[in-house]
Every structure is written in structure tokens, then in C-alpha cells.
């Protein structure tokens, strides 16, 4: 069921979802196999600066688990779900911060602290 909530998503973080292919490309990092109600994610290798986009990151799960959280408590809400929906946009805010502090030192997409 929890999977039945991306059905009408076309795009997460950025990413064409891609249904029922069994092979990844590095434009299409995300699957959704429907008939094993199973998703996959191809995880970014390196830096983007140093590789360029070979998959999503982290967010682009998150966002994904949200996505479904936020399908599941359409149907049954409650404040549990609601808890888990506040917690996930506090994850993606932190890693949104992350990512500007390390663009204001200059070190993003690259392998330095």
C-alpha cells in the first residue's frame, strides 16, 4: 500500500521515477517495480564535481519516504504521521544547510571538509 502512494509521482528530487525497467541509468537513478512493490535507488558515487549526477542522495530518499508518509496519512491521518511529516521536512532542511555552508566555503561537490 505504501508504495501505491507514488503511483501519480512522475519526478522526485529532481529524478524521473522509472517503472518496471530492470536496469539503472544515470538519469533515471530511481525504480519503482510495481509488480514487487519494491523501490530502488542508485546512490551517487564521488562528488558531482569530480564524477558528475550517477545517482540521487540521501534527500532525494527522504523526500521519497515523505512523499509516501504524506499518501499514507491522506487515507489514515493521524499525529503520528503528521510527527514523521514535520521530521522528514527537519531532515531536509539540515542537509538544505549543509549543503549552503559547504557552497559558502567552496568545498561542495568535491571530496574536502
Do not use: H, Y
Request: charged content about 30%; proline content about 3%.
Amino acid at each position: 500500500m505504501a508504495l501505491e502512494t507514488l503511483k501519480d509521482i512522475k519526478q522526485i528530487g529532481g529524478f524521473e521515477i522509472t517503472r518496471g525497467v530492470s536496469n539503472f541509468s544515470k538519469d533515471r537513478p530511481i525504480f519503482i517495480f510495481d509488480d514487487l512493490n519494491q523501490i530502488s535507488f542508485q546512490i551517487q558515487n564521488g562528488p558531482i564535481k569530480e564524477f558528475g549526477i550517477n545517482g540521487c542522495q540521501v534527500d532525494t530518499i527522504i523526500e521519497t519516504a515523505k512523499i509516501m508518509i504524506e499518501g499514507l496519512n491522506s487515507k489514515f491521518p493521524c499525529r503520528e504521521n503528521a510527527m514523521v511529516i514535520t521530521k522528514l521536512d527537519e531532515a531536509i532542511l539540515w542537509l538544505r544547510k549543509r549543503k549552503q555552508d559547504r557552497e559558502m566555503r567552496g568545498v561542495e561537490g568535491k571530496s574536502e571538509k
